[in-house]
Each structure stands twice: as C-alpha cells, then as structure tokens.
C-alpha cells in the first residue's frame, strides 16, 4: 500500500475568508521575477536537463513531496487581479462560478477577435503546471506591445479557467471535494440511483478519498449541453458519458455555451493536464516524454449509434492545431533538447464524458496536454521547464489560429507524432491495475 500522503493545506475557506483574497492584491503591479515568458535563459540547456533525459530509473509509486511554487488558489486570485490592472483592463478577469467547498473559479478573457479560444487547467488538482502557464500567457498578451500581441487580441478572443478544480488543487489531488449526499441534495431526482462510478472514496494516487470523497470532473461531461441527470444514466461508465453533477464542469459548460452563442461556436478548446513521471520515448528507452499532446477523444460521431447528431465535429481541425503544438515545440528543441521529447497520446480512447470529448462533439478544435509527471510523483520538480514547455506549446498554436496559418497544416503530420513509449516505473502494472493519466 502506498504510504498515504497528506494535504499540504488542509483549511477549507468559507466565503469570508476568500473574499480577503480579492482585497490583498498589491497597489503596485510588480512583473513576477520567474516570468518564463521574459526569461530567454529558460529555452536554453541547463545544467539539470541531463538528468531529465537520461532515464536511469523512474517510479509511479506515490510520494509526499513539496507543490508550494505553484500558483495555488488564494495567490491565483491575486495574480488574476494583478494582470487585470497590468493590462489596463484588456484581461478582463470574472467570477464565473464557485467550487463545491465555495472557491472562486475565475474566467480571464483577453482580445476581441473572432474566434473564441477556451483553456482550462488542474481538472486534476495534481496536474499544476498548465495554470502557471495560463497566468504567463495572459501577463504577456495582456501587457505585449508587439505586434504578435496586438495580432492576436485583434484575431482571438482567449477566454481562460485556470485552476478548474480548485478543492482538488488545494488538496493535492486528481478529484473534486463532493460527496454523492451533495449530489442527491442538489438532483433528488438521484436519490435512489446508483453512486456516479467516477466518485472516488477509496485510496489512490497516495491520497485517501474514504475520508474526503471526491469525482474525476474530467467524467462530468456531456455533449449535450443541456442535459439534466437522470437516475436512469447512472452508475454510467468510462466509455459513456458525464452528467455536470459537480458545479465545477457545470461552470466550463456555461462559459463554454455562453461562448458558443456569442461566437457561433468554439474554434479551439484546449484542456491541460499531466501523466505518469516515467514515459519514455518509443525510439529511445533513455529519455523521458516531456509532453504527450492528443486531438482525438471519441469515435466518429458520423458512425456511431447515438452520436449522429454531432455533425460539426472536426477531427482534421483538432489535428492542425496539435501539428501547431508540435512544430512549436520542435522548433524550440534546436536551443533545449528536451522540449523535442512530444508523443502522441494513446488515439484508442472513447471518452465522450470528458470536456475536451464533449466540446469536440460540439464542433470544436480540441487540444490535450500531458505534461510530464503528476505532483505525487515529481512534485514541483522541472516545474519551470515543463510550465515553459506548456507555454511554447500554446504559444505555437494560438499564433497559427492568430495568423490563419493554422489551416495551411497538413493534418497527417499528427499521425506522423511519434506515439508514447513505455513507462519504465508503473508500479501499479505489476499490481494488476492501470495508470490513471
Ligand atoms: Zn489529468
């Protein structure tokens, strides 16, 4: 049995307490001293990337490790607030929603271009790097005088979600804060259903949901946008879909289909998160996967009972935009080898429950992230290369949406990514179960 391993912060804030967290924020901007966006240095080898390439040995197995150079909740608050101000107003920063224990959940919209860019980050709140990306990336375009700034607030509007599942970030772990009596107090109807089978109240990832229950909010979803629980839907599966039974997915949904009425649709959702630590490259069993990246979530709609309905869904689409990820990548590989390490993540899931699922059903491009290595396994170690390496990534694609470059990509250039190695420290392979990615 993994050793179980503690929250690091363990207070549950009321709503009193969080609004101090708007009040805190400083007179004065000041640019955070470890911005990657302004560090060239950052793109350049560094002494520990040797260690990140060579893969001696690796483990899965869970581990109490420190995460407090990440952004956490009360400090995404004021790093919101502090970019808003910076910006002169053009991040327009909004409370869209709360979390089940009550926490702000924050959209941050920048541009006023026409097509509309969702990014979410930390669904899984041990998957951290993607909203220290997000922050980096609105400071820039928010702030940038440049004229890729000025091209893409003229061309896009970026409406962004960091930190989504907030009670889970603040825990350390992959699910919500909820329990299935929260669910049936808010849908009656419920009540003498089956538990949801994504509600987690037994130990994994090192940490103890029998106390503290939780879901995987990357189940809730479901390409109806309208969809109401029925009891009949549950225990549902994997392979099925969600049910925005948790008020965090429910408030992706609403800015998603506020964003949908707006702007006629989406053109490009993109959702961050990390795998397992210990990846290793197909060609090369000595270097670890820095990223995995993926644009295709469920089967063809066109041909499967059920799904006819989604007919804008785009696959080629979402495989342009995640050659844009890769080319960025690629480019920057020539100054730090390690950014070069992308796979394609494994392209035989159906996952119409998850929200990049859901919205590709609604005729967006979508893009997944999975940054290396989950905080039970690697904490905040290679936190800046790996939030950079995030950044470059959305960098290359938001420019070739910006520039219209996008369309010009060959999307069998996707297919030609080469796909993940094996993982050289799964622990629980040997225990009979799968990796949780
Ligand atoms: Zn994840």
Redesign the pocket.
Known sequence: MPRLRRPLVAWLAGAGSLALVVTATPAVAQPRPDLPAYSAQLDRAQPGDAAFLSAPECSEEPRELPVNEFTDHRELGIELDRIESASGGAVDVEQVGRSNRGRELWSARVGTGPKAVLLTSE??GN?KTGTDAIVDLLDWVGTSDSAKAKRWREELTIVAIPKMNPDGAELDR?GNDMTWNEVTARHPQLRNSPQAWNYYTDARQGDDYAATPGFDT?RDYHPDLGYVPRAEDFPGSSADTGWYITPEAQTVRDVYRGLTAEFGKVDTYVDL???GACYVMPDDPDEFVTLSISGRFVDDPATTPGYEQYADYDLDYSKKLNVAVNNALQSAANNRPLFGNVTLYPQDTNLPGTGLGAFALNGSGAVLF?VRGQTQTLGQQYRAVLTRSVYIGLDGMLSAIASGRVDQLDPAAYDAIPPRGPNIGDASAARGTTLE?
Do not use: D, F, S
Request: aromatic letters at 0%; hydrophobic letters at 10%; proline letters at 0%.
């Open positions: 669904i899984h998957e992959r990357n998160h990390h795998q999975e990615r």
